[in-house]
């Protein structure tokens, strides 16, 4: 996976909130809620709502609701 696009919304007890763009070959069993393996973004970031995710295989995009649920669009 591999991020673009990022914002910085916030910095809090030391982890970063942004919102991104990340765009993956497929669609991950369990979709990221953090930066943990995804290029461009530090391992402990915290994935922030209104972002996006675009699985390259299927062309199917997720959105991050304000749950902090991804919602495919």
Aim: proline content about 3%; charged content about 20%; overall charge negative.
């Amino acid at each position: 996976m591999r991020c673009h696009d990022t914002v910085l919304i916030n910095v809090a007890n030391g982890k970063r909130y942004v919102r991104c763009s990340i765009y993956g070959d497929t669609t991950p069993s369990t979709m990221p809620t953090t930066g943990a393996g995804i290029e461009g973004l530090n391992g402990d970031d915290i994935i922030y709502a209104d972002s996006y995710f675009y699985a390259i295989d299927t062309g199917k995009i997720y959105m991050l609701n304000g749950s902090g649920t991804w919602v495919e669009q």
